[in-house]
C-alpha cells in the first residue's frame, strides 16, 4: 500500500509538473485576443513614441517539415518580421495597448520570468522585446534569434493534447528553440504564422503565462499586434502590386 501511495504521489508531482509547464509557455488554439488601444495617449504623443531602438532578425536554425506553400508563407512570415517589429505602426500599438478587462494602458501579468515584484510598463515592455536578449541565447542584443522546428504528430501521439491543442510551446529557461505545431501549420496564412512566432518569441524573453486574464498578458497581444500589422503590410503590398500591374 506504501508503495502504492508513493506511486501516485510521484504520478501526482509529474502531472503538476506537467500541468505547469502547460500554463506557462504553451500557445492553445481558439484564444481570442481583444485588442484596443488608448487614443489619448496616441493623439498627445503623436509620432514622438518612436525611439531608435533596432531589432535585427536572425533567422539560425529553422526546420519545416515539407516544401509546400506553406513553406513559402512561413518564409514570408520570417522576412516580414523585421519590418513589422521595428514599425511605427507595431510601436505606438505596443505602447498604447490598454486592457479590455480594466481599459488600462497596461499588460496582465507583465514581468519576467519569476520576477514577480516588478511589473513593467508598456514602454517597458517595448524596450525588452526591442532589446531581444532571449534568457537562453543571452548577450544577443538587438537581435531576434530564430531557432524553431515544426513538429508533425505521428499515430497515437495525434490523440495527445499537445499534438490537438497547443499551436506551439517554448521552455523559455531551459532551451533556445520554438517547437511549432504542423497541426496547424499546415492551414495557417501568413500572418497567422507570424502572431505564433512572435508569441513564442516573446517566451523566449521570459514573459510566460499565468491563469487569470491569459488573453491580456503580453505574449498573446504582443503575437496578436504583430499578426495585425503583418496583413496591414501585406495589404500595402498588394496594392502597390494591384497599381503596377495596372500601369
Ligand atoms: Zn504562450
Same mark, same amino acid.
Given at each position: 500500500?506504501?508503495?502504492?501511495?508513493?506511486?501516485?504521489?510521484?504520478?501526482? $508531482?509529474?502531472?503538476?509538473?506537467? &500541468?505547469?509547464?502547460?500554463?506557462?509557455?504553451?500557445? $492553445?488554439?481558439?484564444?481570442?485576443?481583444?485588442?484596443?488601444?488608448?487614443?489619448?495617449?496616441?493623439?498627445?504623443?503623436?509620432?514622438?513614441?518612436?525611439?531608435?531602438?533596432?531589432?535585427?532578425?536572425?533567422?539560425?536554425?529553422?526546420?519545416?517539415?515539407?516544401?509546400?506553400?506553406?513553406?513559402?508563407?512561413?518564409?514570408?512570415?520570417? /522576412?516580414?518580421?523585421?519590418?513589422?517589429?521595428?514599425?511605427? /505602426?507595431?510601436?505606438?500599438?505596443?505602447?498604447?495597448?490598454?486592457?479590455?478587462?480594466?481599459? +488600462?494602458?497596461?499588460?496582465?501579468?507583465?514581468?519576467?520570468? /519569476?520576477?514577480?515584484?516588478?511589473?513593467?510598463?508598456?514602454?517597458? &515592455?517595448?524596450?525588452?522585446?526591442?532589446?531581444?536578449?532571449?534568457?537562453?541565447?543571452?548577450?544577443?542584443?538587438?537581435?531576434?534569434?530564430?531557432?524553431?522546428? &515544426?513538429?508533425?504528430? @505521428?499515430?497515437?501521439?495525434?490523440?495527445?493534447?499537445?499534438?490537438?491543442?497547443?499551436?506551439?510551446?517554448?521552455?523559455?529557461?531551459?532551451?533556445?528553440?520554438? +517547437?511549432?505545431?504542423?497541426?496547424?501549420?499546415?492551414?495557417?496564412?501568413?500572418?497567422?504564422? &507570424?502572431?505564433?512566432?512572435?508569441?513564442?518569441?516573446?517566451?523566449?524573453?521570459?514573459?510566460?503565462?499565468?491563469?487569470?486574464?491569459? @488573453?491580456?498578458?503580453?505574449?498573446?497581444?504582443?503575437?496578436?499586434?504583430?499578426?495585425?500589422?503583418?496583413?496591414?503590410?501585406?495589404?500595402?503590398?498588394?496594392? $502597390?502590386?494591384? +497599381?503596377?500591374?495596372?500601369?
Amino acid at each position: 500500500m506504501k508503495l502504492f501511495n508513493k506511486l501516485l504521489l510521484k504520478l501526482c $508531482i509529474i502531472t503538476q509538473l506537467f &500541468v505547469m509547464n502547460f500554463a506557462f509557455s504553451n500557445t $492553445i488554439e481558439g484564444i481570442e485576443i481583444p485588442l484596443q488601444y488608448d487614443q489619448k495617449f496616441l493623439d498627445n504623443h503623436n509620432k514622438s513614441f518612436t525611439n531608435s531602438d533596432y531589432l535585427t532578425v536572425i533567422r539560425e536554425e529553422t526546420f519545416f517539415p515539407r516544401d509546400t506553400v506553406q513553406l513559402k508563407k512561413f518564409n514570408k512570415a520570417l /522576412s516580414l518580421l523585421e519590418t513589422i517589429l521595428n514599425s511605427d /505602426s507595431f510601436k505606438s500599438k505596443v505602447l498604447s495597448y490598454k486592457r479590455e478587462s480594466n481599459g +488600462k494602458r497596461e499588460f496582465q501579468k507583465a514581468y519576467l520570468l /519569476s520576477e514577480s515584484s516588478k511589473t513593467l510598463s508598456n514602454e517597458e &515592455v517595448l524596450k525588452v522585446i526591442l532589446e531581444g536578449n532571449e534568457k537562453m541565447r543571452p548577450h544577443t542584443f538587438g537581435e531576434m534569434n530564430i531557432n524553431s522546428y &515544426v513538429k508533425v504528430c @505521428r499515430s497515437w501521439r495525434r490523440l495527445g493534447i499537445w499534438c490537438r491543442k497547443v499551436i506551439g510551446s517554448t521552455t523559455p529557461s531551459s532551451s533556445k528553440w520554438i +517547437k511549432l505545431n504542423w497541426n496547424f501549420y499546415q492551414n495557417f496564412e501568413t500572418h497567422q504564422m &507570424v502572431n505564433n512566432l512572435v508569441h513564442e518569441w516573446v517566451h523566449l524573453l521570459g514573459f510566460l503565462h499565468g491563469s487569470e486574464y491569459m @488573453r491580456e498578458e503580453v505574449p498573446y497581444v504582443i503575437g496578436k499586434i504583430a499578426g495585425v500589422v503583418a496583413l496591414e503590410i501585406l495589404a500595402k503590398k498588394e496594392i $502597390i502590386n494591384t +497599381k503596377l500591374a495596372l500601369n
